[in-house]
């Protein structure tokens, strides 16, 4: 890490700011998901937002350091490169984040070198999405050789990630009915493939086409969970260690895996007890979301947006619109909490007493063999 943006995070702290834009670049997708939140959107005739609306977006938007790009499947757009060019050059994003169902090896790949081409400073990761081993995952996905095609491409990206520094390759899993009694072995499985540089979990969310795939037992995930911490530990070590030196190095250790347990903690107290969160919600604030229609939320899970097309797509305008600064304070006053995993993860790190104190204590309890 860096000074200057280590100086970044503890004034981010102080001030939270925005930091994050979940971008659904296109309604559209190849698959068809029993989990799939968006599933009402994936029939939709919208062709995207086009690349002039984009770059004005962009163009009005302050500086953040994270593009998470989202759909339907991201990868359908050739033009991913250069959406990611306008975030790069108006705002110095410093990291991108495209998730893939993988189902397009050989796009998905050209797709991933030119985005990494475009700085080499410019942290590139690719999350394969893939949710269990084959026959339960080409259920889940309700794509027939599905599971093939996904490791044909991840086995295409670690090469990727061979050829370029900053580029990064991940598996991203829903937990859900479907596949709870497999997770930890999957997990197992793809840690000792050695493909990948980090394997992620969420808690299925939204209001999925299939309600009984939310039907996994609270006791089951909260196992589930405190045995993945270890096997994320490794990862997330062996990701710091490539960016970090010296005690920095150290902080970051602790800070990472506090962070992901406290993350689980909230999840499987919202999941299970229906709890708020700790820490208020920086939807909003932190973090937005632009839908592939050009409509623009706090959060993907609330439903009340306005449409950027009103504003000329000028982001800030829009940002500073009544309906904004109305979701704003329910965001903040917890009267949503869920589990998603991006918004408690980005709304911790921004919080003094979670990331600074909570995060260690729940990494010495761990260390100490005590659970939370
Ligand atoms: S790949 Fe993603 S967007 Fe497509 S159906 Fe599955 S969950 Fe939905
Ligand atoms: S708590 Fe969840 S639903 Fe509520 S605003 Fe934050 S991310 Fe959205």
Redesign the pocket.
Known sequence: MKITSLTRELSLVRHPAFDMLIFFVTGR?N???R??F??RN?DAIHEGLSLQAIETIASTMPKFSTLLLS???PTLRADLPEIVEFFRRNNQIQSVSVPT?GLRSDSIVAIAKQISELDADLLVTFNV?IDGFAEVHDYI?GVPGGYDLAMKTLHALRQVASEYDNFRVLVNTVICADNYEQIIDFAEHIKSSRLVDGHFFEIVRGDPPEGSIKAVPPARLKAIYQKLVPLQETYLVSMGRRRRRGLLRIWRRISDVGNLINRYRHQWRVYSEGATWDFPCLAGRGIGVIDYNGQLRICELRDQFVDLSDYQYDFARAWDSEVIRKERVIARTHLCDCTHTCFIGLSARQNFKARFLKAPWLYLLYKIGKGW
């Open positions: 997708c698959s068809r998901c989990h799939c968006y599933w994936l759909g339907g499947e169902n999405s996905r």
